[in-house]
């Protein structure tokens, strides 16, 4: 497709359980970042990937948060025993890497997967 | 410690009048965005300004990136139900040219705009 595709766009699951939220980014695109926001709130920044590596995951709230990405491309989030406070949307968005000045660094984000946890 | 802070946080205003986002910063940014968040979606790039001083004007909004590519502004005119939502700045930080630089979002702005 065109854009960034999350899926799924809505996961409802039980306390204690774990999860896997995944992000196709846009071809071409080194950047990807993961990004959660709570009803009502701004972005949350959890981390980000220049090509598969992560030179930032400073965002992550607790080791039971992980991501990893393979092949530049996709991306999958790990949220390991859920717990109620996780409940928020979680974003994917992806850019080109190099800026240099030219504004080239615009990010794409994806709808979003809306996690619920009970 | 926030990178990019935005105020204000929230605002509520009637159709018809005008307001102004400002974005802040102590980091010299390469470019900075300003996005728009509606409800349900992810948000979406209005604007980029990559030169000190820039002036965009987008109908009814106008950006300016400061002059020592700190800071920018949104300013709305004639506000319009329609500007309703969350509005994001965000900026690339200054690298060496070739190096690959992360995208930092401020903390929003949230607008409603009512009749």
């Known amino acids: 497709g065109a854009g960034v595709s999350q899926s799924p766009s809505n996961k409802v699951t039980e306390k204690g359980k774990d999860v896997e939220l995944r992000c196709d980014p846009i071809?071409?695109?080194?950047?990807l970042y993961w990004y959660r926001q709570s009803l009502g709130q701004g972005l949350e920044f959890l981390i980000y990937?220049?090509?598969?590596?992560?030179?930032?995951k400073s965002g992550l709230p607790s080791d039971r948060f992980s991501a990893e990405r393979t092949g530049g491309s996709v991306s999958t989030l790990t949220i390991q025993r859920t717990q109620q406070e996780d409940s928020a949307v979680y974003l994917c968005?992806?850019?080109?890497?190099?800026?240099?000045?030219?504004?080239?660094?615009?990010?794409?984000f994806g709808q979003g997967t809306r996690l619920t946890v009970v | 410690t926030q990178l990019l802070e935005q105020s204000p946080q929230f605002l509520s205003i009637q159709e018809g009048e005008n307001l102004t986002v400002y974005c802040n910063s102590s980091?010299?940014?390469?470019?900075l965005q300003w996005y728009r968040q509606e409800p349900g979606e992810g948000p979406v790039l209005l604007v980029t300004v990559v030169t000190g001083g820039e002036v965009k004007k987008l109908k009814r909004l106008t950006f300016q990136f400061g002059d020592a590519r700190k800071d920018s502004s949104l300013h709305i005119t004639a506000a319009q139900p329609g500007d309703t939502g969350l509005y994001l700045c965000?900026?690339?930080?200054?690298?060496?040219?070739?190096?690959?630089?992360?995208?930092?979002f401020g903390t929003g702005t949230r607008l409603q705009v009512t009749l």
């Open positions: 980091s010299v940014f390469s470019s």
């Open positions: 968005a992806s850019s080109f890497s190099l800026d240099r000045g030219l504004g080239k660094t615009e990010a794409f």
């Open positions: 990937f220049q090509g598969n590596s992560a030179p930032d």
């Open positions: 071809s071409g695109h080194t950047a």
């Open positions: 965000a900026g690339a930080l200054n690298t060496n040219t070739g190096t690959a630089s992360k995208l930092t």
